[in-house]
């Protein structure tokens, strides 16, 4: 059991998201869920997309230094985002998400973040898991930063512009007779939420051309309308840096 | 093209008098294939084994393509549902094959155990497999293995972090879970393959010792699939 309330407390709050306090604000606010981010981090772009559909408020703590002790006790392995519900401490993305989903579907119903169709649901982790699996790990700044030391940046942007392509490929065929408004249907799910970011990414990012990619072309811009979208951008986080 | 069916037959645990209607697409060497097959033989779940040589090129068949365009094994037809990708395999198996539970029930240890498996998943696996190291052989003009063993000491280091306060026989306990079935098939590449020095994960090292032992790891390991007989160095 994880027991840093003390070394919680004493994090800087950088930012509370939400409104003036009601008696039921009051309630959420003793009980509001704490998110270890960085800004320009695709994987905690991703679990600020989800907290803000469910319109879950949320303490925003700013990771500026993976190495910070304090942040280590909390976090031994250094990753964001970290998710500090009550005494629970979750990090990484896919497991806050899918750990998450039954309490966000019990406790907040709307909107659902996974279809009951077996089958949309399959659809659903397989989306999740090619961007979480076959895209992200290769434009992560571990892996970006040791090709750069090794060949310099002109090698660099073309591999990880190819490894997104590949899987951009695959994400289309997956999707192309799934998607209406969003990923797999009507409603936002748990693809959006991992598809969402990653398009922000490898479009600002990496440069990635998407003119072959018709159907994510037109999800990136419907998501780029969405209010819940627009506030979990890198850009429109406490510490972004312009 | 029509996959070798000399290399198909019937996972561990078949039963004739079972209907299945299970089938996996494997390469017996594949560390993303044997977390689903140890998950299947955890199970008790009988499924038909449908070998894609990934040494022949086999996965850019025509047929494979329309299964998986990344090219990936395992792929798992389940009836009319085409699932690929290991963790959304797993996933969809918990989901609908509830018996022996492979996620545990309280929230806490639920999430400990997705998130192990994720950082297998994501963290490590993919940056040393095998269409990646050769990326790297090209842009680096050297050789990969150093490559694949940073990766892997990241990643463990990590791991034996996170467990080292909750592993008891198990890598969360006292019951094997998905954290188990994402952990095993790693490890064994780590020192088989890669030369992992494992004494510096003692908590990992110990768990290495329990999955070895384990009838349902050495029934899905590599050398026990119908296609290894074709594959033995």
Request: aromatic letters at 10%; charged letters at 25%; hydrophobic letters at 40%.
């Amino acid at each position: 059991m994880y027991l840093y309330n003390d070394i919680i407390e004493e994090s800087e709050v950088k930012e509370r998201v939400g409104g003036s306090a009601t008696d039921t604000e009051i309630e959420m606010e003793e009980k509001k869920l704490k998110l270890y981010s960085y800004w320009i981090s695709s994987c905690s772009f991703r679990v600020r997309f989800a907290l803000n559909l469910k319109g879950l408020p949320y303490d925003y703590l700013a990771v500026t230094s993976f190495s910070d002790p304090e942040f280590l006790k909390l976090n031994p392995i250094g990753f964001v985002p970290v998710l500090v519900d009550g005494d629970s401490v979750i990090v990484d993305s896919l497991a806050i998400i899918m750990s998450h989903i039954q309490y966000l579907e019990d406790k907040y119903p709307d909107p659902p973040l996974l279809p009951r169709d077996i089958h949309q649901r399959a659809i659903n982790f397989q989306a999740a898991t090619i961007v979480s699996s076959s895209i992200q790990p290769f434009q992560n700044y571990t892996v970006v930063k040791y090709i750069e030391e090794k060949v310099g940046t002109d090698e660099k942007l073309p591999w990880t512009q190819s490894v997104i392509g590949k899987g951009f490929m695959a994400l289309e065929k997956l999707l192309k007779d799934h998607a209406r408004r969003y990923a797999t249907g009507d409603e936002i799910l748990l693809a959006d939420l991992f598809l969402a970011p990653q398009l922000d990414t490898a479009i600002k990012r990496f440069n990635v051309d998407m003119k072959e990619f018709p159907t994510l072309s037109r999800l990136h811009e419907t998501y780029n309308e969405m209010a819940a979208f627009r506030k979990a951008l890198p850009e429109n986080q406490p510490d972004a840096v312009h | 093209m029509d996959l070798d069916l000399r290399k198909s037959g019937h996972g561990i645990g078949s039963n004739a008098s079972l209907q299945s209607n299970l089938v996996l697409y494997s390469y017996c060497h594949s560390s993303c294939s044997w977390r689903i097959r140890f998950a299947l033989s955890l199970k008790g779940i009988p499924y038909e084994y449908k070998a894609v040589d990934l040494s022949k090129g086999e996965q850019y068949s025509p047929e494979f393509e329309r299964l998986n365009p990344l090219h990936y094994v395992p792929v798992l037809v389940d009836d009319n549902v085409v699932v690929s990708d290991s963790y959304a395999i797993f996933l969809h198996l918990e989901e609908k094959y509830t018996q022996k539970p492979l996620l545990p029930v309280d929230p806490q240890l639920r999430a400990l155990n997705l998130q192990v498996a994720s950082i297998i998943h994501s963290s490590i696996q993919p940056l040393h497999m095998l269409n990646v190291l050769k990326d790297m052989e090209k842009m680096f003009c050297a050789e990969s293995k150093p490559w694949a063993q940073f990766t892997i000491d990241k990643g463990f280091s990590a791991l034996e972090k996170l467990l080292k306060d909750f592993a008891g026989t198990y890598a969360t306990g006292e019951h094997i879970y998905m954290a188990d079935v994402f952990l095993a098939p790693q490890i064994t590449l780590a020192v088989q393959r890669f030369d992992i020095d494992m004494s510096k994960f003692p908590t990992l090292s110990r768990l290495y010792e329990t999955y070895k032992a384990l009838p349902e790891f050495q029934a899905s390991s590599p050398q026990r699939q119908p296609d290894a007989l074709i594959h033995n160095p």
